[in-house]
């Protein structure tokens, strides 16, 4: 039973192509979040999303879109991949605001743009 | 600015020694502190947290120490074993007014000798 679950784990692609990475959580949570961890393991706040309306949006470039059908889901879009895109794309979740509750995280999607 | 963390990256000790693994934060409205451990290929998981009324927390085997006035926290591990190597983040939560951030540090490589 995984609580967050992520995919695809690993993406290889191309400059200049369109991607996605979708993310599920099956703990009820209402807040999800994306976190970008890039080579030196530095984790990155991307997005915040809480009951589907977005809270944080921290200058991430526009090509990056998140969309969340539901409290459960909180998918990644990003349009004209670049090679500074290339790292490991990490979904959370937390109980309502995270003042509250420690995040649970999935095991990621390594990304990797040629 | 948002900061955490001192540049520490990493940390050998020997099988059944206690390691000791240290954070600062910058931000001194900061309300809640969390420690996460990240196993290799996998997200980071939530290992023990505190709350900025508290100086000091115990779990199984870590302890977590707030020293709200030089704003430092620490994680100690007591008689380190093989299966605590792993990349160590402390975290802090910054509460905005409609919304709260939860901002990772550099991170700590733990390497256990057996």
């Known amino acids: 039973d995984t609580a967050v679950s992520q995919t695809p784990k690993y993406l290889v692609t191309q400059m200049g192509n369109d991607k996605s990475i979708k993310c599920e959580q099956n703990l009820g949570h209402d807040t999800m979040y994306w976190y970008k961890q890039d080579s030196k393991k530095f984790l990155k706040i991307m997005f915040s999303y809480n009951n589907k309306e977005l809270i944080i949006n921290e200058t991430v470039p526009n090509r990056f879109s998140p969309k969340s059908p539901d409290k459960a889901h909180l998918n990644l879009h990003i349009n004209s991949l670049e090679l500074g895109d290339s790292a490991v794309y990490f979904c959370a979740s937390s109980q309502e605001r995270s003042y509250n509750s420690p995040l649970h995280f999935g095991n990621g999607t390594r990304l990797t743009v040629t | 600015g948002e900061s955490v963390g001192l540049h520490l990256p990493t940390l050998s000790v020997q099988e059944g020694d206690n390691s000791i693994i240290n954070c600062a934060y910058s931000n001194s409205a900061s309300d809640y502190f969390i420690w996460y451990k990240q196993e290799s290929g996998k997200g980071p998981q939530f290992i023990i947290d505190?709350?900025?009324?508290?100086d000091k927390r115990q779990g199984q085997r870590v302890t977590v120490l707030l020293n709200k006035t030089v704003k430092h926290l620490s994680l100690q591990i007591a008689a380190t074993q093989p299966g605590d190597s792993a990349v160590y983040f402390c975290?802090?939560?910054?509460?905005?007014?409609?919304?709260?951030?939860?901002?990772f540090g550099p991170g700590t490589s733990l390497s256990v000798i057996p």
């Open positions: 975290a802090e939560n910054i509460r905005k007014t409609s919304y709260d951030k939860v901002i």
């Open positions: 505190i709350r900025s009324n508290m």
